[in-house]
């Protein structure tokens, strides 16, 4: 029968995280807005178990770390950036709306550059690209049924484009 390999389980999780990451993205082009949102909370599911899969069957590694990190910026950085782009209309305030939509997942990548190199000590130091990711893809969801004006839609980017580079220190639930 051979040797079971069970790595491929955490990473089957990664790539299914980055699967929807980009399937929202693909969304984003038909004007699927709620789909697009839908996918971004499916990957946020995914997310959620790759890291416990891994530890749970002691086969972390540092690529599946790197892995993750990549995965988490297209799905929880780029995919709910571009959503609120779209679906706000932030294109109408010209080089601000890009702008927007170019802090939010910068400000991500930095936040996932500094945990991958920081020992983790229980606490993560500023938001969790997930977590500002799924707040964003949220509240496009509720946009997607009630109009939100766009200024708080840019109020909202900032702020958690601000909190995921800020030097807080929030506890690991």
Same mark, same amino acid.
């Given at each position: 029968?051979?040797?079971?390999?069970?790595?491929?389980?955490?990473?089957?999780?990664?790539?299914?995280?980055?699967?929807?990451?980009?399937?929202?993205?693909?969304?984003?082009?038909?004007?699927?807005?709620?789909?697009?949102?839908?996918?971004?909370?499916?990957?946020?599911?995914?997310?959620?178990?790759?890291?416990?899969?891994?530890?749970?069957?002691?086969?972390?590694?540092?690529? =599946?770390?790197? !892995?993750?990190?990549?995965?988490? %910026?297209? +799905?929880?950085?780029?995919? #709910?950036?571009? &959503?609120?782009?779209? $679906?706000?209309?932030?294109?109408?305030?010209?080089?601000?709306?890009?702008?927007?939509?170019?802090?939010?997942?910068?400000?991500?990548?930095?936040?996932?550059?500094?945990?991958?190199?920081?020992?983790?000590?229980?606490?993560?130091?500023?938001?969790?690209?997930?977590?500002? =990711?799924?707040? !964003?893809?949220?509240?496009?969801? %509720?946009? +997607?049924?009630?109009?939100? #004006?766009?200024? &708080?839609?840019?109020? $909202?980017?900032?702020?958690?484009?601000?909190?995921?580079?800020?030097?807080?220190?929030?506890?690991?639930?």
């Amino acid at each position: 029968m051979g040797v079971f390999k069970k790595s491929w389980l955490p990473n089957f999780f990664t790539f299914s995280n980055l699967a929807c990451g980009v399937v929202a993205v693909m969304l984003l082009f038909k004007a699927e807005y709620r789909w697009a949102a839908f996918f971004i909370l499916v990957a946020a599911l995914a997310d959620r178990y790759d890291g416990k899969v891994a530890r749970y069957l002691k086969i972390d590694s540092a690529i =599946g770390k790197e !892995l993750d990190s990549l995965a988490d %910026l297209i +799905s929880f950085g780029l995919a #709910p950036a571009a &959503l609120a782009f779209q $679906l706000h209309d932030l294109l109408q305030w010209g080089m601000g709306g890009y702008a927007l939509v170019i802090l939010f997942p910068l400000c991500g990548a930095y936040r996932l550059a500094r945990f991958n190199v920081t020992p983790f000590d229980g606490a993560f130091y500023g938001l969790p690209i997930t977590f500002a =990711g799924l707040s !964003l893809a949220l509240y496009c969801l %509720l946009g +997607s049924y009630y109009p939100l #004006p766009p200024p &708080l839609t840019a109020l $909202l980017m900032l702020t958690l484009s601000y909190l995921m580079v800020s030097r807080h220190r929030i506890q690991k639930m």
